[in-house]
């Protein structure tokens, strides 16, 4: 158990709808990244919050948007979803932002439609 | 652009021999390299990283890593793999705050 917390586990949706995804990172954690892993791309890295503040973004789509609550947890939300969009969503967390103390969540298995 | 390449997308060995996975990367400064192990169901485990100085970097789980900057590689390899060790492995890269990972290598160990 890494101490990252992903809800739900799994999630079957439509296409055109929205749903949000729910991160808590560890405790003390200031950083929170997202993952997304599919057949067709692999494993790509979405965004990065440290601290309440985005600090880097990567492929992630218009239609995704994501931010980092007060109390350090991080949600995801993806509208207008498309076949495409189904995946593995992972999350990480990690003290300072350090790339070499990420630790992974379970992840969040979406299927749309 | 960074990007990685992880040439084998199989690869299988008997419990007992040794292991080498390949990565190389591209990337226009001194890169800073992972390795990462995941098992099904399960996110990243990070095995070692290389941010600089020794090129040859030791990791959890008995793996090991050596730079080469000539080559643009960064192999993972271990002398005795276990059957616990079957999972998949992804090399990355990152660079500004942004990781790029390779397509990942999955092992197999026969018995």
């Known amino acids: 158990d890494s101490g990252v917390t992903q809800t739900p586990k799994h999630l079957i949706t439509a296409t055109g709808q929205r749903v949000t995804l729910r991160c808590s990172p560890r405790?003390?954690?200031?950083?929170v990244y997202w993952y997304q892993q599919s057949l067709d791309q692999g494993l790509q890295f979405l965004i990065q919050?440290?601290?309440?503040?985005?600090?880097a973004k990567g492929n992630i789509l218009e239609r995704f948007s994501a931010q980092q609550f007060p109390d350090l947890h991080s949600e995801l939300n993806l509208s207008s979803l498309e076949l495409g969009d189904s995946a593995l969503y992972f999350c990480?967390?990690?003290?300072?932002?350090?790339?070499?103390?990420?630790?992974f969540g379970p992840g969040t298995r979406l299927t749309v439609l | 652009a960074q990007s990685v390449t992880q040439p084998d997308i199989h690869i299988t060995v008997s419990e007992g021999a040794s292991l080498e996975l390949r990565c190389n990367y591209s990337?226009?400064?001194?890169?800073?390299l992972f390795w990462y192990v995941q098992s099904p169901g399960q996110g990243l485990q990070l095995l070692l990283k290389?941010?600089?100085?020794?090129?040859l970097v030791q990791g959890i789980k008995g793996f090991e890593a050596e730079f080469k900057r000539s080559q643009s590689s960064f192999n993972l390899r271990k002398p005795s793999v276990h059957w616990s060790d079957a999972a998949e492995y992804f090399c990355?890269?990152?660079?500004?705050?942004?990781?790029?990972f390779g397509r990942g290598t999955s092992l197999i160990v026969h018995p």
């Open positions: 990480a967390s990690s003290v300072f932002g350090r790339a070499d103390t990420q630790y």
């Open positions: 405790s003390g954690d200031l950083s």
């Open positions: 919050y440290y601290n309440g503040e985005e600090r």
């Open positions: 990337y226009g400064a001194t890169p800073y």
């Open positions: 290389y941010f600089s100085g020794d090129t």
């Open positions: 990355a890269v990152w660079g500004s705050y942004i990781p790029t």
